[in-house]
């Protein structure tokens, strides 16, 4: 069975421009998470839906950042307009259930974005 | 709110030596914990998880992590290195039944010296 998969692996704009990652999780995994790990920093939570539907926006860092789950399958994460500080590796999660104590989280290996 | 502090954000030791990382969490009510491990080009990977049930924690590849309350610790350890246990250790903290969310240390990057 495959994993979480992410596209693309690296990512490397300038400044204002736009990028969109990707994430396919887990077939049948209804609960998805984007976190984002900033060089030096910890992991940190942007979001997480399930199936179509944000649950938990609260870690999305501003109105710059847009993600969409349409149809309930992979997910995309887009940057408009990118800033230095949006730099670091995005990470992709899925999970059957919600509960973080009982659902395992299964994360793909990230997208490392670099802005210039 | 709850945090965790990963103590080293670089460890070395020999192979076949004890494997030590350390973990404090901060937590008002009793917390949930997880170590996972990220090998390189790979996604984190859950080594093991505290929910509550014994405090010796058993994982995979040999790693164990002992839950002290009164010590607010986590440390995951090993009792023989083996080099391909070279890898980056993040420790990370949930509470239940609050905003479920997991939290997760600096990391820690284990080297296995020949």
């Known amino acids: 069975e495959a994993g979480v998969t992410q596209f693309p692996s690296h990512s490397v704009i300038e400044k204002g421009q736009t990028v969109t990652l990707r994430c396919d999780p887990i077939s049948g995994h209804d609960n998805l998470y984007w976190y984002r790990r900033v060089m030096g920093k910890e992991i940190k939570f942007l979001l997480h839906?399930?199936?179509?539907?944000?649950?938990?926006e609260s870690g999305m860092p501003n109105n710059r950042f847009l993600a969409e789950r349409t149809g309930g399958t992979y997910s995309t994460l887009k940057v408009q307009p990118a800033e230095l500080e949006d730099s670091g590796v995005y990470f992709c999660a899925s999970s059957q259930g919600d509960r973080v104590a009982y659902n395992e989280q299964f994360f793909g290996p990230g997208t490392r974005l670099t802005v210039l | 709110a709850q945090s965790v502090t990963q103590l080293g954000s670089h460890v070395s030791v020999s192979e076949g030596a004890l494997v030590l990382l350390r973990c404090n969490y901060s937590?008002?009510?009793?917390?949930?914990l997880f170590w996972y491990v990220q090998y390189p080009n790979q996604g984190l990977q859950l080594l093991l998880k505290?929910?509550?049930?014994?405090?010796l924690v058993k994982g995979i590849n040999g790693f164990e992590a002992e839950f002290k309350k009164s010590e607010t610790s986590f440390h995951l350890t090993k009792p023989s290195a083996h080099m391909s246990d070279a890898a980056e250790y993040f420790c990370?903290?949930?509470?239940?039944?609050?905003?479920?969310?997991?939290?997760f240390g600096k990391g820690t990057r284990l080297h296995i010296l020949p």
């Open positions: 937590s008002s009510v009793p917390p949930y």
């Open positions: 839906f399930v199936k179509e539907s944000k649950q938990d």
């Open positions: 505290y929910t509550s049930a014994a405090t």
């Open positions: 990370a903290v949930s509470i239940l039944n609050r905003d479920d969310k997991i939290i």
